[in-house]
Nanobody, 120 residues
Framework: EVQLVESGGGLVQAGGSLRLSCTAS????????VGWFRQAPGKGREGISC????????YYTDSVKGRFTISTDNAKNTAYLQMNSLKPEDTAVYFC?????????????RGQGTQVTVSS
């Protein structure tokens, strides 16, 4: 059974930082591209970052570029999303997923998500 479990969400003031973690079982991150997504209330799912299993290339949507950093620790089978300079508009449920490729941002396996709330 494949499971992805996110942690690290919470309430933070604007300008603050959080680091999200995503630990997987039943699937290995060194064989799969990994992405982070978010969904804000009343909005659709947004793919915000991806890391390639092939060459560790990273991709970011414009709204988080320069503020968020994606990484993986294959020995721990864990992916991370370091989020700095957080803004109220970053408030959302964040979840990780394995992807077929970073080019299509189509989740294969995903976690339940963790809530991030940024106060102004």
């Amino acid at each position: 059974e494949v499971q992805l479990v996110e942690s690290g969400g919470g309430l933070v003031q604007a300008g603050g930082s959080l680091r999200l973690s995503c630990t997987a079982s039943g699937v290995t991150f060194d064989d799969n591209d990994v992405g982070w997504f978010r969904q804000a209330p009343g909005k659709g799912r947004e793919g915000i970052s991806c890391i390639s299993s092939t060459d560790a290339s990273t991709y970011y949507t414009d709204s988080v570029k320069g503020r968020f950093t994606i990484s993986t620790d294959n020995a721990k089978n864990t992916a991370y999303l370091q989020m700095n300079s957080l803004k109220p508009e970053d408030t959302a449920v964040y979840f990780c997923a394995t992807l077929r490729t970073c080019s299509d941002y189509e989740p294969e396996y995903r976690g339940q998500g963790t809530q991030v709330t940024v106060s102004s």
